[in-house]
C-alpha cells in the first residue's frame, strides 16, 4: 500500500485497534489515507480506496500543472466519507497556486482541516446571498458561497468557497488567497474515477501543500 493513514481532522497520530482506527486527539475515526508521494501508482491506491466517493479535478489541466496532492477517508472503500485533490501550478498573475478540491459527508471534517475553519462543515451562512461562483460538476452545475477563514492561524494565504452536490459538501480553497480570480462559471470538475486512458496522462508531483 503506498497511502500512509491519518486522522482527517488534524495530524496526531492514529493507531488502529480492534474496535477500528483511533487518534490520540478525537478517539475514534474514520482513517485518513494520503499517499507519501504523489504518483500514478499511488493515485491507483487512492481510487481504490475511495471508490464509493468521486476524486474530483479541475479538467483538464493547463499546461505545466500538476497533481501534488491527494486523499481519501473512511475504513472501507464501499463506504467512504471524502476525497481530496490538490492540483499546483503557475498562473500569470499569482505565480504559483495550488486548488485543493474536497468533497466529503457531512461531519467528516477534512474540509474544514484544510480551510482552517472552526467548524467541521462549512457553516450557517452557505446559501446566504448569491453565489461567489458556479462550478460545472459532469453534468450539473454546482453554486460556491465564501466560507469565512477568521478563525484560520494564516487567514490571508487561501480563499476559500464551499456548496453543496449529489448530497455532500464540496469545498475549493485556493491558495494564495488572490487565486480565487481564477475561478470562472465555466470552470468544469471531473470525477478521476471516470475518466478512463485519460487518466494515465496525469502528470504528479510537485510540493503537497501543507495542511
Known amino acids: 500500500m503506498s497511502l500512509l493513514i491519518g486522522c482527517p481532522r488534524c495530524a496526531a497520530p492514529v493507531t488502529e485497534t480492534p474496535a477500528g482506527w483511533v487518534c490520540v486527539e478525537h478517539a475514534e475515526i474514520e482513517p485518513l489515507?494520503?499517499?507519501?508521494?504523489p504518483s500514478y501508482d499511488a493515485f491507483a491506491d487512492h481510487l481504490r480506496r475511495s471508490s464509493s466517493v468521486p476524486t474530483y479535478?479541475?479538467?483538464?489541466l493547463s499546461p505545466g500543472w500538476s497533481v501534488s496532492?491527494?486523499?481519501a477517508v473512511g475504513a472501507d472503500?464501499?463506504?467512504a466519507r471524502a476525497t481530496m485533490t490538490c492540483s499546483s501550478g503557475p498562473s500569470e498573475l499569482d505565480g504559483p497556486v495550488d486548488v485543493i478540491v474536497v468533497t466529503?459527508?457531512?461531519g467528516t471534517g477534512l474540509g474544514a482541516r484544510i480551510a482552517g475553519t472552526a467548524h467541521d462543515d462549512p457553516g450557517a451562512d452557505?446559501?446566504?446571498?448569491?453565489?461567489s461562483v458556479r462550478v460545472r460538476l459532469d453534468r450539473q452545475v454546482v453554486p460556491l458561497w465564501p466560507v469565512s477563514t477568521s478563525a484560520a492561524t494564516a487567514e490571508w494565504d487561501r480563499s476559500v468557497v464551499a456548496g453543496e452536490a449529489d448530497g455532500r459538501w464540496l469545498w475549493l480553497v485556493l491558495r494564495?488567497?488572490?487565486?480565487i480570480l481564477l475561478l470562472r462559471n465555466d470552470w468544469f470538475l471531473r470525477d478521476a474515477s471516470q475518466a478512463g486512458p485519460h487518466l494515465v496522462e496525469l502528470p504528479f508531483g510537485g510540493p503537497a501543500p501543507a495542511w
Do not use: K, N, V
Open 33 to 37: 489515507w494520503r499517499p507519501a508521494e
Open 57 to 60: 479535478l479541475p479538467w483538464p
Open 69 to 71: 496532492d491527494f486523499a
Open 77 to 79: 472503500p464501499d463506504r
Open 104 to 106: 466529503e459527508e457531512a
Open 126 to 131: 452557505l446559501g446566504d446571498g448569491p453565489p
Open 176 to 179: 494564495p488567497a488572490s487565486a
